[in-house]
């Protein structure tokens, strides 16, 4: 199948900075990809320039086999887009604002008043139809900003930090809102909230300093955690920590609180059956024993620095 | 056609969604009568025409033009929402002229809200009727050459009081041309024939000419090329501003 998305050697520069180096990767109908990165990645401005708001420096973008540079209207037509802190006109309705919105994207009156309706139904935004904008919480200026992307119905959605600023209720709508429509379109969204991509994405991308340095499914980049596949241990033995560091496949142990352990693997092994057996043998009362998936914070800052970057 | 469509209907409703238009149409309609009949001394011409009514409307728009065209692009600068208008599919030039054209329509509506001067000059005397229409056709053009500067200046900045600014020191530029302020500048150095050249850009006697009844296609030309120009300008700045 055609990638509906296809971003080839992009760059963008602003002045001396380079913002976005040399970023190329495909979208196909059914994934929902999840921009991650630190503030200032290129996050929004590789957004930016797939919705053809900005001009590439370098490089292409092709949306659904249209090149957003030289064929901007066909290909704007097919992208739904929730600019960063999604923007809308203050001094509309959010009525007015779909309308124009419907208007501009050439919909005849009938069909326009039934993606409207549709649209006002799916991100709840009906009790506020007829208030300005202005006067909108951010929870519902964001609905808005969603409503206007789906409102055509587009096989490609960018939504740039689409949960920011709602509330737990209504991040957890977006989300579903996200996986519903994921199978049919191809769906790009940035955040830097990392439980979103476990709960929405198929695929997350790594980007620092402009650059992509991980793609990969969110089970991928997990287990590049050095907390991938550690086992935490609860339990009132003595001796335990000792115990269980000296065990094969073990890299170290850390106490979480008295008497709960994580213990940490060695690359690529799997310590649970080692743990389990010291535990039978030893005759320990075990309250508690998990395997960790890893967590996809510790892999963000493992490969983004986390601020701390060590000297090359 | 669409999109210069759609735009232009947000646009003009923009306008009468906020204080701006009241205030602006009350302003308008208020300084128009105060020039006219104290410093134009309407009464005391003796005569039925609107010439003292078109003679300060230059110096008007100076002033109020800018301030209607200097959120045009800055503010949606501002709010962010020129990115949505940019990513939808119109084309830029549709938006140009969609804005344009609705804050066009907006001051021919202002300036159309001057009807009573004419009915009181029809009421008081026999004006040529003529002489009034094209006093009109001529100022409602200047009011557009005016904003297509305004326009294009408010795409460089998101603040729209540097927008203001500019637009009235260009616009000061364009009004005065043929003024002895801007021809005595160039006076002591530049050939007679680009003096000349130089003159030839004034809004003030074009209008003039114009309101003296006389629409003579090159006036006519004159501000409709003007537009144009300004206008290809607006977009070539908001294009470079993309591609940074």
């Given at each position: 199948m055609q990638a509906k998305i296809e971003v080839d050697g992009l760059v963008r520069r602003f002045g001396p900075l380079t913002a976005v180096d040399d970023v190329t990767f495909q979208v196909t109908q059914g994934e929902v990809l999840g921009f991650l990165g630190p503030n200032g990645a290129g996050k929004s401005t590789t957004m930016k320039m797939i919705t053809g708001y900005l001009t590439p420096s370098a490089g292409q973008v092709r949306v659904c086999g249209f090149d957003v540079v030289q064929e901007p209207l066909s290909a704007k037509a097919l992208i739904g887009y929730l600019p960063e802190g999604a923007p809308a006109y203050p001094d509309m309705t959010p009525a007015s604002f779909l309308a124009f919105c419907a208007r501009t994207r050439g919909l005849a009156a009938e069909?326009?008043?039934?993606?409207?309706?549709?649209?006002?139904?799916?991100?709840?935004?009906?009790?506020?139809?007829?208030?300005?904008?202005?006067?909108?919480s951010k929870g519902y200026k964001r609905r808005v900003g969603l409503a206007q992307a789906i409102l055509h119905d587009p096989p490609v959605l960018i939504l740039d930090e689409p949960t920011d600023g709602l509330d737990p209720n209504q991040k957890h709508e977006v989300r579903t809102l996200i996986a519903n429509m994921a199978t049919e379109k191809a769906i790009i969204i940035s955040t830097h909230i990392l439980e979103e991509v476990d709960a929405v994405c198929t695929r997350a991308m790594i980007i620092d300093k402009g650059r992509m340095v991980a793609d990969g499914t969110p089970e991928m980049l997990q287990a590049r955690s050095p907390g991938h596949n550690a086992v935490v241990v609860r339990t009132s033995a003595d001796?335990?920590?000792?115990?269980?560091?000296?065990?094969?496949?073990?890299?170290?142990?850390?106490?979480?609180a008295a008497g709960t352990y994580r213990i940490y693997p060695r690359a690529g092994r799997q310590p649970l059956a080692a743990v389990a057996e010291l535990a039978r043998r030893r005759g320990w009362s075990i309250d508690h024993l998990a395997v960790e998936a890893g967590r996809l914070d510790e892999v963000f800052r493992q490969i983004t620095g986390g601020g701390r970057r060590h000297a090359a | 056609m669409n999109g210069t469509l759609a735009i232009f209907r947000r646009e003009l409703a923009a306008y009468f969604n906020t204080p701006l238009a009241y205030v602006f149409i009350v302003i308008f309609l208020f300084v128009t009568s105060i020039f006219t009949f104290n410093l134009g001394n309407?009464?005391?011409?003796?005569?039925?025409?609107?010439?003292?009514?078109?003679?300060?409307?230059?110096?008007?728009?100076?002033?109020?033009?800018?301030?209607?065209?200097?959120?045009?692009?800055?503010?949606?600068?501002?709010?962010?929402?020129i990115e949505l208008l940019l990513t939808l599919p119109v084309s830029l030039a549709a938006a140009v002229l969609g804005k344009f054209l609705a804050a066009w329509a907006f001051t021919t509506i202002a300036l159309a809200l001057t009807f009573p001067m004419w009915l009181t000059v029809a009421y008081l005397g026999d004006p040529d009727h003529g002489v009034i229409v094209a006093g009109y056709v001529g100022s409602a053009l200047m009011a557009g050459g005016y904003l297509a500067i305004g326009s294009c200046l408010s795409a460089l900045t998101r603040n729209q009081v540097i927008a203001f600014v500019l637009s009235v020191v260009v616009c000061f530029l364009f009004t005065v041309s043929g003024a002895p302020i801007v021809l005595d500048f160039f006076a002591g150095w530049a050939p007679q024939g680009m003096i000349e050249q130089v003159a030839q850009f004034s809004f003030f006697r074009r209008f003039q000419a114009i309101a003296n009844g006389v629409i003579d296609l090159r006036d006519l030309v004159y501000f409709i090329t003007l537009i144009g120009f300004w206008l290809f300008a607006n977009l070539i700045v908001v294009e470079v501003k993309k591609a940074g």
């Open positions: 069909t326009a008043r039934q993606r409207i309706a549709q649209a006002v139904d799916t991100v709840a935004i009906g009790d506020v139809l007829e208030q300005s904008i202005d006067t909108l001796g335990a920590e000792a115990a269980l560091f000296e065990l094969a496949d073990v890299a170290r142990v850390e106490t979480l | 309407f009464f005391q011409r003796g005569q039925a025409d609107l010439r003292a009514f078109f003679s300060f409307h230059p110096w008007l728009y100076l002033f109020l033009v800018p301030a209607l065209s200097m959120r045009l692009w800055a503010e949606e600068r501002k709010q962010g929402s």
